[in-house]
């Protein structure tokens, strides 16, 4: 009984330890914003209408990015400059926009900076489409 009691005192802190560490890779977003670099492996949970997420320059790091709607706001995802993400008609510089309707809330896309200029989507769980 000593040594459970002994594993629980041990696992109690580790286990907290990285429930701050996964707070810290969430930001809540609510105005317009660009990300920076060192953005990559966050997720993004936007709320509120009319928000735009501009990515970071890709570079072909392989860093990712999530994004996610928490209520029933579409929300858009705009490449810098040029940059492409590859996505059914996007061509260069064109933005994806996310649903925009009841069932849009826990909408989820993840994007990949897989090559200088270019973006991929890894995941989506919703309908996201070329928003330009």
């Known amino acids: 009984m000593r040594k459970l009691v002994l594993f629980i005192a041990f696992l109690i802190p580790v286990?907290?330890?990285?429930?701050?560490?996964?707070?810290?890779?969430?930001?809540?977003?609510?105005?317009?914003?660009?990300?920076a670099v060192d953005e990559f492996e966050?997720?993004?949970?936007?709320?509120?209408?009319?928000?735009?997420i501009t990515l970071m320059k890709a570079e072909g790091t392989r860093g990712r990015v999530t994004c996610t709607s928490v209520g029933a706001d579409a929300f858009n995802i705009d490449p810098q400059d040029?940059?492409?993400?590859?996505?059914?008609?996007?061509?260069?510089?064109?933005?994806?926009?996310?649903?925009?309707?009841?069932?849009?809330?826990?909408?989820?896309?993840?994007?990949?900076?897989?090559a200088p200029g270019l973006w991929a989507v890894v995941s989506s769980n919703a309908t996201f489409v070329d928003g330009n």
């Open 15 to 35: 286990l907290l330890v990285g429930i701050g560490s996964f707070a810290e890779q969430v930001e809540v977003v609510t105005a317009s914003q660009t990300l």
């Open 42 to 52: 966050k997720t993004f949970a936007v709320t509120g209408s009319g928000i735009t």
């Open 82 to 114: 040029i940059d492409q993400i590859q996505f059914t008609t996007c061509a260069a510089g064109d933005q994806l926009t996310s649903p925009g309707d009841t069932t849009a809330t826990g909408a989820c896309i993840t994007l990949i900076d897989y």
